[in-house]
């Protein structure tokens, strides 16, 4: 299956997969299951206690319109009443007690239950395809352009423009003397800042191809997924890529 999400809920992974008739697909260890959602494309999973929050897009049926579901539970989904939202959203994250959306026309909205949204600010020189990340402790919205935005709220933003660089993915970690925002930029270099706002220093060239989509802090190693996995230890500098067993490809990692 093409694999379009996956989080981590404090006890198991979960993936939201494009299965027949879109499906939401969870393990533990190697056990899996599968939970049909209707036929919607899920685009991002979220959870906060013992509240799941799902996010689907009606790709297939009416483009640009999303939709909801939650529940106490992820077997809950399944039956979980399908709330239809006002706005377009591409994509949710969570982070200092809040749920975090952004639409495909910048617009960005906060919810602590998942079902009322409410908007918060309008983020300009966004292309059309939007992604949203909680990091080190603050929410960062990036896509196509030379800019990226941040806010440790959800509801104050600020932005980096002018940059030399296109992001595309963003990590948080310690490189071994500090902790470190890491930057995977448009051609497969990485780049690092103690502080968001400041400036970045390039720390590796080349380091992969495809577009990243992710980039975590394990244990003493990065990880990032860009079709294949590589991975570095905590400086950073020299990467590793990993072929992946099938010919699969790496759309996501946490």
Wanted: charged share 10%; glycine share 12%; aromatic share 12%.
């Amino acid at each position: 299956p093409d694999i379009l999400s996956v989080s981590w809920t404090g006890s198991r992974y979960v993936f939201l997969c494009d299965i027949g008739e879109k499906a939401l697909v969870f393990t533990t260890n190697s056990s899996f299951s599968d939970i049909r959602c209707m036929n919607m494309d899920g685009c991002a999973l979220q959870t906060s206690g013992s509240l799941v929050v799902a996010l689907y897009k009606y790709s297939n049926v009416t483009p640009g319109i999303a939709g909801v579901r939650t529940a106490a539970t992820l077997a809950g989904l399944a039956t979980a009443p399908l709330t239809m939202l006002s706005f377009p959203a591409q994509d949710m994250a969570y982070g200092a007690g809040v749920f975090c959306s952004v639409d495909r026309n910048g617009n960005i909205y906060t919810s602590t239950d998942g079902v009322t949204w409410t908007l918060r600010t309008t983020l300009t020189w966004l292309t059309y395809y939007q992604r949203i990340r909680f990091v080190g402790g603050s929410f960062i919205v990036y896509g196509g352009t030379n800019r990226f935005y941040h806010s440790t709220d959800g509801i104050s933003w600020d932005t980096d423009s002018g940059l030399a660089f296109v992001p595309e993915a963003f990590g948080y970690g310690n490189d071994g003397s500090s902790n470190v925002f890491l930057v995977a930029e448009q051609g497969g270099n990485l780049r690092k800042t103690s502080i968001l706002g400041s400036s970045w220093t390039t720390i590796a060239t080349g380091a992969y191809t495809g577009n990243c989509r992710d980039i975590i802090k394990s244990g003493s190693n990065w990880f990032l997924a860009a079709g294949e996995l590589s991975y570095a230890a905590a400086a950073a500098t020299s990467w590793t890529a990993v072929t992946l067993p099938g010919g699969t490809t790496a759309s996501g990692m946490k």
